[in-house]
């Protein structure tokens, strides 16, 4: 009898599309975007800024995301007071980091998400001068979101990489899961904001870190 292959089975992206499909998140940023979108359209009064806003934020997303991955996602939970300051996106990822495989932990909990849109709406009513362009702002952010959510899940399934820019993103966030969690803070991109920042070392150049399946050797 032939042994059995311990490699996982690969998957089409028809097969992760589905899967995809059956998580809250992404049904929560796809009714964000088309009530934006129709929002939008209703709302017209279309202007060059409408332009600049997208271009903008996708030039920005990067330096975002990465702020984001280490300031909240990597926060080591601390006493102050006597109370422990956590919280649950942060607990949340160190269960990701753990589990890398599972797939409810790869995408932002819907009850974050939950408080994450609101708050972006009502700030970008507030931040921009006119509703056509908070709603620009709105719908380019849930997109992105989408795009996010789509290709962290991606880079965890079983599907491969099949272009090379693809590849760049898989390799990236890989690193950073099991090689050392301290570099590779991008997932969308590769060798953006982490380039600029500091954080994309040659990967033969760095030491496998024993944390990165247990950040801050905490739990939770």
């Not at 979101?145 to 899940?153: A, D, I, K, S």
Request: with cysteine.
């Amino acid at each position: 009898m032939r042994p059995k292959d311990p490699r996982p089975a690969l998957i089409s992206l028809s097969d992760a599309a589905r899967t995809f499909r059956q998580q809250p998140t992404p049904w929560m940023l796809g009714a964000t975007i088309a009530i934006a979108l129709a929002a939008r359209i209703a709302v017209g009064e279309w202007q060059l800024s409408d332009i600049f806003v997208p271009l903008t934020v996708v030039a920005v997303f990067p330096f975002i995301e990465w702020v984001i991955h280490v300031c909240v996602l990597h926060w080591r939970p601390r006493r102050i007071a006597g109370h422990t300051v956590d919280s649950r996106l942060a607990r949340s990822h160190r269960a990701h980091h753990a589990d890398p495989k599972n797939v409810p932990l790869i995408f932002i909990p819907w009850q974050t998400l939950s408080f994450v849109i609101p708050t972006l709406v009502a700030a970008a009513f507030l931040a921009f001068p006119r509703p056509g362009l908070a709603l620009t702002f709105i719908l380019t952010m849930s997109a992105i979101g989408l795009v996010y959510e789509w290709t962290h899940f991606l880079i965890h399934s079983n599907y491969r990489p099949q272009s090379r820019f693809y590849r760049a993103i898989w390799r990236n966030h890989r690193n950073h899961h099991f090689k050392n969690e301290h570099y590779w803070f991008t997932v969308t991109t590769s060798g953006t904001a982490d380039r600029v920042l500091g954080t994309y070392p040659d990967p033969k150049a760095v030491e496998t870190s024993p944390t990165a399946k247990n950040l801050h050797f905490t739990r939770g």
